[in-house]
């Protein structure tokens, strides 16, 4: 048997026979034997012995014959002597001589008997090796108890593997352990016992480093077969018996706990082995939670620099909505796919009725398309700044020479780097009622155009910035009307997959403006999004998501002093009306109002947008509401009108509050939270809910 071929069943721990000694187990079969044969033997009158290494045993004796006193010295093999030769498992004790002289039967009765002894020896030698199985298996239970004990109450690991490595060495006096763990392909002892000065092991043909690459347990029993082993590794080269029980984690951490002793105090049996193999993987569960413990720290961190990174990024990446074009609105969502990432936009406010939107998409994701995406941000506004200096005289750059002036900054850069960066740059001048547009690779803008009621795509011929240093970039331009809608869009949105890797693709883009363009910006964007997460079946989408909407304003559609949004059918949106009731509240009434105030007409106007998501739109979740908010006379007004199913108040019968029936409770709570309440069809043909809020009677601060 070779040094590695021994394993950790009881069988081979301890070699089954080969290991006891022979001439104990020879006694035990003879013992067996005699009792077997004894009257067999006198019945038949046979002349019974048994030769062993021991000697030879007389079991009986056959007194008419004369050589049956010395049947151990014969040798004959006639027809009246037999010698049977006697083994178990496979190791020879001795054999049965028998003088029968010829007697019917008496071989076979005698080889029959042999066969008993040998069974009956086997199945106590099973029952024993069970016993210590048991056993064995108890005490690395137990073994197991103490260190998961010690787990709780200890917290650092290197005093838990020295409360493991305790236990090891606790088996009996004079042994000797060390707890090896792979590093970057070298051994290094984590704590060792009643040894000192190891170094560590860095060849991959030493005994302990070949035994941790079997991923099994190793025991080498006796001077004589630890003395065969090649390359033995100096700490243990001279000692009588050896134990390894390898460690290996799910992380892909190998190592060993070795335990050995210099005298011989008998051998490493299944006891021992179970218990050793035990504490290996109490320690491989010490190292894996430290490793995982470290790795939730470092982890965190990184969360922490991301979240870092990320406000960052909203601050030099995403620009802020503008707030002096009175005639434009603008709509922005952005969502990475990494916490940070390339992707880009800002608005440039010339005057007020003047605008540049400028968005970008740099080749990758992460930090380094955001440190990228900051730098080409930045030179659009450096360049800007240099076209409005006091020496321009109001003159303002035109788009494409804005371009002109990054690629010829940032070109270079770009194709060191191997990376580039697509641009939409886009001018909405509303004084000569144009959109001039530079598109550099990017995504094309989809246009609703809404005096035709269809949407087209906006494309520009230019290459995108770090392609080319000799690229020369062109604007175009286009007429602009009230009530036009452009969306602009990274691909991070038409490239978005569902489960079958179908593209979203822009002609949903499209789709979605078409659908939803009675919306306002912000409210359409969020839309696209919808539209997209419900496409994919998840909301961790694979790339950058970034859309902007920009809506030139249609003065005759907002009501006087007041405010106005369009939401959809979904009651999801129910959310966006209890926003618009609380800014009406804040921004509409001379002062604001109380928060019960504000509260209750968050609750009369949600149950009024809901009544119409669930019965004049019959729950058809993509159809328009119109919300309108205004001040007369001291009252709040707000009115909300869809073209769904017209409704009858008067056929809904009062709400029964003993709850003998259902129903009513929706238009019982609207009346209690206005003062009052119409409804009625507007001269567009839209079905309307008019509700009134005294602010004269109660709520006002």
């Known amino acids: 048997m070779s040094q590695l071929a021994a394993r950790s069943t009881p069988e081979t ?110 199945f106590e030698n099973s029952e024993q090796a069970l016993l210590e199985e048991l056993s064995a298996s108890w005490e690395s239970l137990e073994a197991v108890y103490e260190i998961s004990s010690d787990l709780r109450a200890v917290t650092t690991p290197c005093d838990l593997l020295e409360r493991i490595i305790n236990r090891a060495v606790s088996v009996r006096e004079g042994l000797q352990a060390v707890l090896w763990l792979e590093e970057k392909n070298t051994l290094d002892a984590a704590v060792a016992k009643n040894i000192s000065g190891l170094k560590p092991k860095r060849r991959d043909n030493e005994f302990i480093a070949r035994a941790i690459k079997g991923h099994d347990a190793v025991v080498i029993n006796g001077r004589a077969k630890v003395a065969e082993i090649e390359d033995c590794d100096a700490e243990i080269a001279d000692a009588a018996n050896i134990a390894i029980a390898p460690i290996a984690t799910r992380q892909g951490l190998n190592g060993a706990l ?39 720290l470092a982890s965190e961190r990184l969360h922490q620099q ?36 390339g992707d880009f936009y800002d608005f440039i406010e010339h005057n ?13 994701k992460g930090i380094p398309a955001a440190l990228m995406g900051a730098a080409t941000k930045s030179e659009v506004l450096r360049a800007m700044s240099r076209s409005n200096s006091p020496l321009s005289r109001g003159w303002i750059a035109e788009p494409e020479d804005i371009v002109a002036s990054v690629h010829g900054e940032l070109t270079k850069q770009f194709i060191d780097l191997e990376s580039f960066t697509t641009l939409c740059y886009a001018r909405f001048d509303l004084d000569v009622n144009q959109l001039q547009l530079v598109d550099c690779g990017h995504t094309r803008t989809i246009r609703y155009w809404r005096r035709l009621g269809t949407c087209g795509m906006l494309e520009g011929q230019n290459m995108p910035i770090g392609f080319s240093e000799g690229e020369v970039y062109k604007q175009f331009s ?15 949105v038409t490239e978005a997959r569902n489960p079958a890797g179908e593209m979203f693709g822009e002609a949903r883009v499209a789709d979605c403006v078409m659908r939803f363009n009675f919306l306002d910006p912000q409210h359409l964007v969020d839309r696209i999004k919808q539209e997209v997460i419900a496409f994919t079946g998840t909301e961790h989408l694979e790339d ?38 609380r800014r009406a509240c804040k921004e509409l009434a001379a002062r604001p109002l109380d928060k019960e105030t504000t509260a209750q007409l968050e609750l009369g106007v949600n149950e009024a947008a809901s009544n119409i998501m669930r019965h004049a739109y019959a729950g058809h979740a993509d159809q328009p509401i119109c919300l309108e908010a205004e001040l007369e006379n001291g009252s709040l007004v707000i ?43 507007d001269e567009m043909g839209r079905h309307c809910t008019r509700l009134v809020k005294n602010l004269q009677i109660k709520g006002a601060i």
């Open 13 to 122: 721990l301890i070699d089954s026979v080969e290991d006891l000694a022979t001439g104990e187990l020879s006694a035990r079969f003879l013992a067996e034997f005699r009792r077997a044969v004894g009257e067999l033997a006198e019945g038949l009158r046979i002349g019974i012995a048994f030769s062993s290494q021991t000697g030879i045993e007389h079991l009986a004796s056959r007194s008419e014959c004369g050589c049956s006193v010395n049947i151990g010295r014969t040798t004959s093999s006639d027809s009246n002597h037999s010698r049977i030769h006697v083994s178990l498992d496979g190791k020879h004790l001795g054999d049965v001589l028998a003088c029968h002289g010829g007697a019917p039967g008496a071989v076979k009765a005698i080889d029959y008997l042999i066969r008993v002894a040998a069974r009956q020896i086997a």
């Open 306 to 341: 991301l979240e870092i990174g990320s406000k960052i990024q909203q601050a030099l990446l995403l620009g802020r909505a503008p707030k002096g074009v009175a005639k434009i609105d603008v709509g922005a969502l952005t969502s990475a796919s990494q916490s940070i990432d």
């Open 639 to 681: 009115r909300l009108c869809h073209k769904g199913k017209t409704f009858d108040p008067s056929a809904v019968a009062s709400p029964s509050f003993d709850g003998s029936r259902d129903g009513g409770f929706g238009l019982f709570i609207i009346d209690e939270m206005f003062d009052d309440v119409t409804y009625f069809t």
């Open 544 to 581: 950058d998501f970034t859309c902007l909407a920009v809506r030139i304003d249609d003065e005759s559609q907002k009501p006087p002093s007041g405010i106005r949004i369009s939401v959809t059918s979904d009651l999801r949106d129910l959310a966006h009306v209890r926003t618009f009731v």
């Open 478 to 492: 286009l007429p602009i009307e009230p009530g036009d809608i452009f969306v602009f869009y990274s691909d991070g």
């Open 352 to 364: 007020n009725n003047c605008l540049d939107v400028i968005v970008g998409d740099v080749m990758g």
């Open 258 to 296: 070795v335990v050995w002793e210099k005298e011989d105090r008998g051998a490493f049996n299944s006891h021992s082995v179970r218990l050793f193999q035990a504490l290996a993987l109490q320690a491989a569960m010490v190292v894996e939670n430290d490793r995982l413990h470290r790795s939730a």
